[in-house]
């Protein structure tokens, strides 16, 4: 379990990479912001504390988190669950975001607009979708139903983030494969940092199109 892991660093004071490692299973937004430090010559006491906070700050959470002991019907469940995975992947894109604005020499504006365009036209959409299907059924005790038009268009949205997400990969495994990666200035060596940051995005995408394939049925 990974707060017995995250347990287990805090009380044996563990090195700076694993814990980076175990905040990225379970804060996106701050291990985006803490892996800079993976590129300072010395890992200094402040970066150590501020990680050891991150993780606190997530077993705090998962300990004040109520249980939900209402039952609720499986199709608000169901759309429960598919929220937190937007909300998930909300949260890393506006991360991934701010760090390409705060590194503007390492990454082209066509990178920026990809992420800019997979966060406006695909999740933002999906979220608002949503809520307001759940809080439809808050108001009026109704099961929300949806119209032919709202299943093709929830089709049709799921089809286009597959065709954005494929070529996204390709890149990804192509600038590991060969070790470096194109930037505004032209290209860049790939260090270690910046393989996991890669490494990160690109198993973060595959689990997405693996979740639409299933979706649609095309995982078959």
């Known amino acids: 379990m990974i707060t017995a892991h995250i347990q287990a660093w805090i009380a044996e004071n563990g090195a700076f990479a694993t814990g980076l490692q175990l905040l990225q299973q379970v804060d996106k937004a701050a291990f985006f912001r803490l892996k800079k430090h993976l590129q300072a010559a010395i890992i200094t006491p402040a ?12 077993l705090k959470s998962a300990a004040s988190t109520p249980q939900n002991t209402a039952t609720e019907p499986a199709e608000i469940a169901r759309l429960r ?18 760090l390409m604005y705060d590194d503007d020499k390492l ?8 992420v800019a365009e997979e966060l406006v036209e695909q999740v933002t959409p999906a ?11 808050q108001a009026t005790g109704m099961l929300p139903v949806q119209s032919m038009q709202e299943v093709v268009t929830e089709t049709v949205a799921k089809y286009k983030q597959i065709l954005s997400l494929t070529p996204r990969i390709s890149r990804l495994q192509k600038w590991l ?14 260090t270690p940092a910046i ?13 997405q199109l693996q979740s639409l394939q299933q979706e649609l049925g095309l995982d078959a």
Do not use: C, H, N, V
Request: glycine share 4%.
């Open 177 to 190: 494969k060969e070790g470096q990666r194109p930037t505004s200035k032209g290209t860049e060596k790939i």
């Open 127 to 137: 979220l608002d979708t949503i809520y307001s299907r759940i809080r439809e059924w």
């Open 195 to 207: 393989q996991l940051e890669i490494e990160t995005e690109l198993q973060e995408k595959l689990q």
């Open 107 to 114: 990454y082209t504006d066509e990178d920026r607009f990809a």
């Open 81 to 98: 669950q598919q929220a937190r995975g937007y909300l998930k992947q909300q949260a890393e894109l506006k991360a991934r975001l701010r």
């Open 47 to 58: 970066m150590k504390q501020e990680l050891r906070q991150a993780l606190e700050k997530t």
